[in-house]
Every structure is written in C-alpha cells, then in structure tokens.
C-alpha cells in the first residue's frame, strides 16, 4: 500500500503574467489532516483545483493513492471538493442533496437510503432528511455540503474555507466538528484557510504558502515555537521582532546586537558572525517584573535579562497587554494575567527571557 495519498510534483501554474503556484511539492500522508495556509492570492485555492482535476497545471505532476492523475478528468479522481460557498441544489431537500451521487450511480434505493441515514448521523443532522435546503442555517448546509462530499467515501477531501462564511461562534463549534469527523473516517484531507488559529486547530501539519511558494512546513506546535522566516513569525501567533547584528557565535548559542543592546539567542544553522538578523520572542516567554536597581543584571546566564520602560497597557480581559522601550527598541506584545502585578506608562520594569526562546529569523 502507498504511504503517500497524495504527492503533489515540483507544480507550476501560470495564469498569463502572474505564478500562482510555483515549483510547489509536497507529500500529504494517509489520514493526514494538512492546512495550506497563507494571505488572500497565494495560490491556495489553484493548488486545490489543480489535485481536483478542475484546472491544469503547467508543470510537474499530481499522484493520488500512487497513481499519476495527469490527463484524469475530475470525476475520474478519487477526491471530491467541498467550497465556502455552500454549492447545495436550492430546489431539493437534505436527503436528495445527500443522495445525489449515488442516484447518479443508480445505487439501490433501499443501500441509499442507508448510506444517506449514516452520513446524517456523522454530521450530526439526524431527522433533516426531508428539510428543504433554503430553510437551513450557514452551519447546517455546510454539513449538508461534507455529507454530500462524504458519501462517495473519496480518498481525499478538499475544503476550500468551508468554514469562512460562518460567523465566530458556528466556525469554532464546526471546527470541532471538523476534526471530529476526520479522525472518524481516517480521509485524507487538504484543508485551505487564510486563518493561522483555524490551521492551529485542525491541523496535523500546516504548509505555509506565500505567493505561490512553501514557506515552511510542520507541525503546528513547530510552526509557532521555531519559524524559521519573519514571514512565517508574523503569519503564526503574535510574537515581538527585534533586529540587529550577529557579534558572537559558540556550540551553545549566538550573541546579537540589538541598539547597543547584547541579546542571547538560539542557534541558527545558516546565521554567521557579522549578519544582519531578525530575533523573534514569543510573549508569552517574556517575564515582567518590577525593576530592582541593585540587582545586578543577566543574574542567569542562560537567560536575557534588560531594564525596560512601559509605554502603554491594555487592558484584555484575561490579560493585561505592555508595550515597552527596550533600548532604542520596541517589544510590543508583553503579556501578564490581569490580576498580576500591574504596571503603569513610564514604570522601569526588567524583562527577561530565556536564551533558548529567542529565534533567530532570516529574510
Ligand atoms: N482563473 C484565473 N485567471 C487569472 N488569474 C487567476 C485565476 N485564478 C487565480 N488567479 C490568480 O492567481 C493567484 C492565486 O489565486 P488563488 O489560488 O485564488 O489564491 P488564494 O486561494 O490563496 O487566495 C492570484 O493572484 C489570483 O488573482
Ligand atoms: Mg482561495
């Protein structure tokens, strides 16, 4: 049996001038659950109907379950699609919508009918069978639109935002949903959103797109805590961005000058003495403490420890949000828990964080 369910070839795709995707190869495993993530026109969407048999590509090659796809006719394919836009017929009800395929095929009305009964219980809508599809509710059609999708049993599934015309509330619980469903059945899906906490959520691995190309690819916890591009620090979670000079490099770790500043950093495999980099501090590794003048700083020497000014806070909630000049230099996201210690504009406060959750970011 393949390993892979889906490989997609070194894809090219040209729309006159513009790439819309570009060199693009990835292998997607059996039962996987990966997010293409990335801005609105990174070519999420082509690479989609590209593996759908719904657009050619110019280049390269898509294999599904082992077998090269070039030439097949959507149909033909072994995955099916489902859209933002829920694609339902208006003038039918759920169960003919559901059924639809199979009548198709001229299924057996009495195995349809079974094969429709199960598919309403995976998508929790027992009892809707006879529901015209217009009296739905945005999250009720959309698993109307899995059920559909679902029923050829298509080794792959492809969502294309499904969830993006949902309102807040419906799209967290149908995430859950989501994810509940495709551990189930163990297919294969290729999961196309533009929302990094979405992709967090569902994902087994994220791919991380930007016009037209892989970024990164990981796991989802990878993805946050070593990003290994400014692109791929701001795209995922909030983080704080500091830039400076590489002055110092040993086994353990490097030191960077960041405004006369001297910052501790991890490793990074490409990074040598003298180059212009990028640090990325997640905020919740930041500590935020009063400042003790006689205390000596960088007490610990594996972690960075500065004075800092608060320049403004907000209050969050949950949270309570600081901005701080660090030197010459802005930290703009440093939490505490809103019933921390809470500091005010102008307060001298220390900042500290550990050498090992200071990532080192190239261009
Ligand atoms: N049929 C088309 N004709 C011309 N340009 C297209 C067509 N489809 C997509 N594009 C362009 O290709 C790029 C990628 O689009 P798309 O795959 O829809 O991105 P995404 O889904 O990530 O928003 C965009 O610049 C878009 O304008
Ligand atoms: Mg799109």
Redesign the pocket.
Known sequence: MEEFSVKIEAVT?R??E????QHFTLDVKRGEFIS?L????????????IIAGL?TSDQGRIVIEGEDMTGQTPEKRPVNMVFQRYALFPHMNVFNNIAFSQVLKKRPRQEIQAKVSEMLALVDLDGYQNRNVNELSGGQSQRVALARSLINQPKVLLL??PLGALDLLIRKQMQLELKRIQRHLNTTFIY?T?DQEEAMILSNRIVL?NK?EIVQVGKPEDLYRLPETVFAAHFIGETNLLEGNVTRINAKGMEVEVGGLRIKTRLHPKVKVGMQVWLSIRPEKIDLAADQPDDPPNRVNHRNDLPAIVKTRTFLGSSMNYEARLGNQRLMNLVTSAEAVSYQPRDKVRISWAKEDTVVLID
């Open positions: 795709k729309f006159v513009i790439v819309a995707v293409l990335g801005p609105s026109g990174c070519g999420k969407t082509t690479l989609l109907r657009e294309d935002e196309v533009h797109m037209g």
